[in-house]
């Protein structure tokens, strides 16, 4: 696909560890959706559908945390790491990343769905006409219009309400079990589960359950613009911890309270049923909180995750660059603009189960595009379960013709053709000469807006203060007089509605009057302490590489003046030993002829002892020739290392560059009187020449063969030379082609370790863990700067306390 040139700019990493474990957590809360209408349907066979959804939902959190650590910089989570994994096959890498989005497209129209007949169902009782289509639309939108300020917002209104929600969610799980287990009046733990189910209907009902137990794996889409990334991949692991609480836990408590004829798959009937033997009156109340929570909370997490989607799909070259486009408040306003018109489009199908069923049929497609990338990337490090991926990827298959054509051809046929179409939406889109289409456009629209004179919103803040006030007594005069007639217990449910929709509301008004003015001052202070970090980092790594250059033109110029008098002897020594070879020949020959000599020759004899000359002159020549010979690769490896000739692309034997670097950090690898021997073990594969910079490459190489050196000394304070001897010292250098564009090195150590808050900093300018004097914190730094920016490649921390560390670099074998 020919792209536009446009400047893909990172996303900032603003979001604190709360916000993503809340993102993260969103996809415990759709299990309120599905639960009841699976209950409904199959009463307690549900479970059998459950516990392997359970099992693979888990399996899937995990694997999707391994990809997490190898793709840190990878927005959007889970579908862009299965592209990653089906990079050869780029057209199915598509469909499934695009099948993945338009699962999580559809839950703001669905919820927004579910919210208004929730209220529909609290207003009939007290008179009052219920808006559906307003309340419909409105709900749709509502996060969208808190997302166009900002994630951080949305993440801090997500946070507000999602914890307390799980919260209630966990408690109705566990307390519903110890309520069972122990309650005088229960009916029992142990349920009938009959004579089972049928394989037909297993496959139908695991069709919609792929819906919700798959999608606990959220948090993997905020890792790239997450302040610690290690710290949101721990939320997959938590989250897989969970599941099997909420997906089996409460649906064993829903199937056993839930039980009263005339429930239906009604959400809100089935929840408060179960609820009550143990809640009592507060039940309705926290049903509606819970449902009313999970839907505005899952809307925003779909509002959040989509954008991100698009936008590594993007930058990878799957969608035209627009989609990448950040403003200057790294918001991805043409990424959310097209979710929203997906999600409108969506909502104008006004029936939840086809939505379900026609999205879902999308997002089951990139489960299987998932699982099918686990296996063909089996060999690869990052590939975790691969074997068990390709069964799940065979269920998941059946599950799709079976269980899709039990659900309805038509809508089967729709679900597989709309990847497919609005990924040629996204492509041809930009093709049109609209400049909402284009990356040129907004960048111009974000250049007017940043020389556009700012406009005055003090009198209209204070109009929406009027109207908000004015509305609100409004509205609680009017409802007041509502309620007037019903008692309590019926309006609380009605209540929780208002109470989250309002904050919502509430925030969302804000961001469109107050917010922006807060978020222009934040910025314009986060921008004064960027550029003085950065300046800070450019002087440093100006410094730094000034004394790159300095020692490598030092080395350099030591290496030629050393190569002259070398080639001097080097050169002579052949004839040397040619000459030396011919007067020994001639002594003997001399000796065969007139073994009788002269008193004063036979004298002279004895005294140079001249048998013992003739034997080891040869081997002191020998040992000339190869000390002449190491002092030649030492010579070499110096130039090698400085690399003056080669400051542009090059494409060299990077293994030559690893042999030199070790060659001059011989010396600190020779076992001392205090310390023995550090032993490196080279495990090379066969690689093609790199196009890359070598000098710089090699710089890397130093600073981390350094730093593993210094880790291993550190490990031995405090130990005899006898203890050092039974656990020694080793380096482990490894080569490997990792893809078919790329190549890898790992540097593996059996030092100490890195402790995960100092993983976490490790790349940053100016930290160290050195005493004063020892490090400038910067070789990492720039060894990072190296690699990413002049590369285009990855390095990697991995390190575990008392067992290691192990730095991953990753280039390209053709440096764009």
């Known amino acids: 696909m020919s792209q536009q040139s446009v400047s893909m700019s990172p996303l900032s990493q603003s979001l604190t560890s709360q916000e993503t474990w809340g993102f993260g957590f969103s996809g415990l809360l759709l299990w309120l959706g599905t639960a009841p209408a699976m209950h409904a349907a199959l009463g307690p066979q549900a479970l059998w559908v459950w516990l392997p959804g359970t099992i693979i939902g888990m399996l899937l959190n995990l694997q999707v945390k391994r990809l997490g650590t190898y793709f840190p910089e990878v927005a959007g989570g889970t579908p862009n790491y299965m592209t990653r994994l089906l990079h050869r096959l780029p057209n199915l890498a598509r469909y499934g990343a695009i099948g993945y989005l338009l699962g999580w497209v559809s839950v703001p129209p669905m919820n927004a769905i579910i919210l208004t007949d929730l209220i529909k169902t609290n207003l009939t009782p007290l008179g009052i006409t219920c808006p559906e289509t307003l309340l419909r639309i409105g709900f749709t939108v509502l996060p969208f219009i808190v997302a166009f300020s900002g994630t951080r917002t949305l993440g801090i209104l997500h946070s507000f309400f999602v914890f307390p929600a799980i919260g209630f969610l966990l408690t109705f799980c566990l307390q519903g079990i110890v309520w069972l287990s122990f309650a005088p009046t229960s009916p029992g733990v142990l349920p009938d589960l009959g004579a089972g189910i049928s394989l037909i209907d297993w496959m139908k009902w695991f069709f919609i359950a792929v819906y919700a137990v798959y999608g606990c794996e959220t948090a993997s889409s905020f890792v790239a613009d997450s302040r610690q990334p290690s710290v949101t991949l721990r939320c997959l692991q938590v989250t897989a911890g969970l599941i099997p609480i909420v ?31 143990f809640w009592g009156a507060f039940a309705p109340a926290l049903v509606t909180f819970l449902i009313t929570s999970g839907c505005l909370l899952s ?148 250049h007017q807006q940043t020389h556009t004179d700012k406009t005055d919103w003090l009198a209209f803040q204070v109009m929406i203060l009027i109207g908000l006030v004015c509305s609100a007594m409004s509205i609680g005069w009017w409802v007041k007089a509502a309620l007037d007639h019903v008692n309590m217990g019926q309006h609380m449910a009605l209540f929780s509605i208002l109470f989250v929709t309002i904050a919502f509301v509430g925030v969302a008004i804000a961001c469109w009057t107050s917010l922006p003015q807060i978020a222009a001052i934040t910025e314009a202070r986060e921008q004064v302490e960027r550029t003085l970090l950065d300046l800070q980092q450019s002087q440093t790594q100006l410094v730094q590489a000034e004394k790159m250059s300095s020692l490598g033109q030092l080395v350099a110029g030591v290496a030629h003046e050393i190569n002259n008098p070398l080639n001097f002897i080097y050169g002579n020594l052949t004839h040397l030993q040619e000459y030396t070879h011919n007067l020994m020949d001639l002594i003997e020959l001399y000796q065969q002829h007139y073994p009788n000599t002269a008193p004063d020759i036979q004298a002279m004899v004895d005294n140079i002892d001249l048998e013992f000359l003739q034997k080891d002159l040869p081997q002191t020549l020998d040992s000339m020739q190869i000390g002449t010979d190491r002092i030649c690769q030492i010579v070499l490896s110096l130039r090698n290392f400085s690399r003056l000739d080669e400051a542009d692309l090059k494409a060299v034997d990077i293994h030559e560059g690893i042999d030199s670097t070790l060659l001059i950090l011989g010396h600190r690898l020779k076992a001392r009187t205090d310390f023995p021997e550090i032993k490196v073990t080279k495990d090379y594969s066969l690689l093609p020449y790199v196009e890359c910079y070598p000098g710089q490459l090699n710089q890397v190489v130093m600073n981390i063969l350094a730093n593993a050196i210094d880790a291993l000394e550190e490990k031995g304070i405090g130990k005899t030379y006898a203890q050092l001897q039974t656990n020694p010292g080793q380096i482990t250098i490894r080569t490997s082609r990792i893809e078919a564009e790329w190549v890898e090195i790992a540097i593996t150590d059996n030092g100490g370790g890195i402790s995960e808050q100092i993983q976490q900093r490790i790349f940053e300018p100016f930290f160290t863990t050195k005493p004063v004097g020892k490090g400038t914190g910067m070789g990492m730094s720039i060894s990072y700067q190296i690699i990413t920016a002049k590369h285009g490649g990855h390095l990697k921390c991995f390190s575990t306390i008392g067992q290691g560390t192990e730095f991953v670099i990753q280039i390209p074998i053709v440096t764009a």
């Open 247 to 277: 997906y089996l836990g409460g649906s064993w408590v829903l199937m056993r309270l839930a039980t009263a004829p005339g429930l239906g798959d009604s959400p809100y009937l089935n929840l408060v049923a179960a609820t009550q033997p």
């Open 299 to 446: 809307s925003a997490t779909a509002v959040s995750n989509c954008p991100r989607i698009l936008y590594q799909l993007a930058k990878d070259g799957y969608l035209p660059p627009v989609f990448a486009v950040l403003s200057r408040q790294g918001v991805l306003k043409p990424s959310l603009i097209f979710t929203l018109g997906l999600s409108l489009i969506c909502l104008g199908w006004g029936n939840v189960a086809r939505i379900v069923m026609v999205t879902g049929t999308g997002y089951l497609t990139s489960m299987m595009a998932i699982h099918l990338g686990e296996w063909v990337s089996r060999r690869r490090p990052e590939a975790q379960y691969p074997w068990w991926s390709l069964g799940f990827f065979g269920i998941e298959a059946a599950v799709l013709v079976v269980g899709g054509l039990a659900w309805g051809w038509q809508d089967l046929a729709i679900g597989l053709l709309l990847p497919g179409l609005v990924s040629m939406a996204g492509t041809r889109l930009p093709r049109l000469n609209v400049s909402l289409f284009h990356p040129d456009g907004w960048m111009q629209r974000y």
